[in-house]
């Protein structure tokens, strides 16, 4: 648990500084990544570190109201991460499947907050409304290592389930996997020549391969999400419900290590399969900090404006120097992206 809050934490960490540095990393679909590595971050703040605590004293060793924080956090994380995941899967799907101008017109960056705002108000006032209306009360779980929230009324605990099973598992798992099976549809016919015709030119041809590739990165996310959530909900079900009989205790915390894997796991996938933030990931560990980086920006004319915060020297030499470094840097990293800037 240690080993994965300290992973958690450092990765989730340079995804945030790498989107803080490189402009060209701000983008409406990095928006959605931005959410999950902040939900991430919270986890491993906020849950993680009482969860090793637990298990290392064997027991609940902090404050009611310690727990009364964590049964928020673990919850909020625990809602929030499948849902962010599902609008992500949406926006890849209109993205690839539907036209430029519908895209722009449901997923702009303003839209894209105020969407992402919504679902996290939401889902965090879910959370705490009931606790703080009484319905609710925290109870420390031995087998998760954590403090949780049970209804005080039967007929509570039913609509609960419905909303959270329903709302916050089936609903996004259903719009997740319908939105990258008709992407990967998508994809197969892009690999097969079957949308050559619709590319007017070289940058509309760059444009749809670099979205593939995205798309591909994001599928990857979702796919080992998949891999870890999926057996956790359906513990914390057969738990909840007692079906089965008791749970034993190591299947619980399994479910518990799942769900911190998945939290691990993301920043290096984004690293693996996404060129700008394992560039950015390796200027950061390089130790190249206290300088925020603005790539190479187009002019109106097709050009590249290099940008930097690096001081010149006065000399004509060296300023001749200095832009052509920074020149070829950019040829670089638009080689990479395939000229794309979104």
């Given at each position: 648990?240690?080993?994965?809050?300290?992973?958690?934490?450092?990765?989730?960490?340079?995804?945030?500084?790498?989107?803080?540095?490189?402009?060209?990393?701000?983008?409406?679909?990095?928006?959605?990544?931005?959410?999950?590595?902040?939900?991430?971050?919270?986890?491993?703040?906020?849950?993680?570190?009482?969860?090793?605590?637990?298990?290392?004293?064997?027991?609940?060793?902090?404050?009611?109201?310690?727990?009364?924080?964590?049964?928020?956090?673990?919850?909020?994380?625990?809602?929030?991460?499948?849902?962010?995941?599902?609008?992500?899967?949406?926006?890849?799907?209109?993205?690839?499947?539907?036209?430029?101008?519908?895209?722009?017109?449901?997923?702009?960056?303003?839209?894209?907050?105020?969407?992402?705002?919504?679902?996290?108000?939401?889902?965090?006032?879910?959370?705490?409304?009931?606790?703080?209306?009484?319905?609710?009360?925290?109870?420390?779980?031995?087998?998760?290592?954590?403090?949780?929230?049970?209804?005080?009324?039967?007929?509570?605990?039913?609509?609960?389930?419905?909303?959270?099973?329903?709302?916050?598992?089936?609903?996004?798992?259903?719009?997740?996997?319908?939105?990258?099976?008709?992407?990967?549809?998508?994809?197969?016919?892009?690999?097969?020549?079957?949308?050559?015709?619709?590319?007017?030119?070289?940058?509309?041809?760059?444009?749809?391969?670099?979205?593939?590739?995205?798309?591909?990165?994001?599928?990857?996310?979702?796919?080992?999400?998949?891999?870890?959530?999926?057996?956790?909900?359906?513990?914390t079900i057969l738990a909840r419900f007692r079906i089965g009989g008791n749970?034993?205790?190591?299947?619980?915390?399994?479910?518990?290590?799942?769900?911190?894997?998945?939290?691990?796991?993301?920043?290096?996938?984004?690293?693996?399969?996404?060129?700008?933030?394992?560039?950015?990931?390796?200027?950061?560990?390089?130790?190249?900090?206290?300088?925020?980086?603005?790539?190479?920006?187009?002019?109106?004319?097709?050009?590249?404006?290099?940008?930097?915060?690096?001081?010149?020297?006065?000399?004509?030499?060296?300023?001749?120097?200095?832009?052509?470094?920074?020149?070829?840097?950019?040829?670089?990293?638009?080689?990479?992206?395939?000229?794309?800037?979104?």
């Amino acid at each position: 648990m240690i080993i994965l809050n300290v992973f958690s934490l450092l990765g989730n960490i340079l995804v945030c500084i790498s989107v803080y540095r490189n402009t060209r990393l701000r983008t409406t679909t990095n928006l959605y990544i931005i959410a999950l590595a902040v939900s991430d971050l919270v986890a491993a703040i906020f849950v993680m570190p009482l969860a090793s605590g637990v298990l290392i004293s064997s027991r609940w060793p902090f404050s009611d109201t310690v727990c009364q924080m964590h049964a928020i956090f673990s919850l909020f994380v625990v809602y929030v991460s499948p849902v962010t995941m599902g609008l992500t899967a949406i926006n890849r799907y209109v993205r690839i499947c539907k036209s430029d101008q519908q895209y722009r017109l449901f997923f702009s960056k303003r839209k894209s907050r105020i969407l992402l705002g919504c679902a996290w108000m939401f889902v965090l006032l879910y959370i705490v409304v009931p606790r703080f209306a009484g319905l609710q009360e925290d109870y420390f779980v031995p087998g998760y290592a954590a403090c949780l929230q049970k209804q005080l009324s039967s007929f509570g605990k039913m609509l609960h389930y419905f909303v959270v099973v329903g709302l916050f598992f089936i609903l996004p798992l259903a719009v997740t996997l319908f939105s990258y099976s008709k992407v990967l549809k998508k994809i197969r016919e892009h690999k097969m020549g079957a949308v050559q015709g619709l590319s007017t030119g070289a940058r509309n041809a760059a444009v749809s391969a670099n979205e593939i590739r995205v798309s591909r990165s994001l599928f990857v996310v979702v796919f080992a999400f998949m891999l870890c959530w999926l057996p956790a909900w359906v513990i914390t079900i057969l738990a909840r419900f007692r079906i089965g009989g008791n749970m034993p205790r190591s299947i619980q915390l399994m479910c518990v290590f799942c769900l911190n894997l998945s939290n691990t796991i993301n920043p290096f996938i984004y690293a693996g399969m996404n060129p700008l933030f394992r560039k950015e990931f390796r200027r950061i560990l390089g130790c190249s900090f206290g300088e925020r980086i603005d790539e190479c920006q187009p002019t109106a004319s097709g050009k590249l404006n290099t940008i930097t915060s690096k001081a010149r020297s006065d000399t004509t030499a060296s300023h001749a120097n200095a832009l052509g470094v920074e020149s070829f840097e950019c040829r670089q990293i638009n080689e990479e992206q395939d000229k794309v800037i979104e």
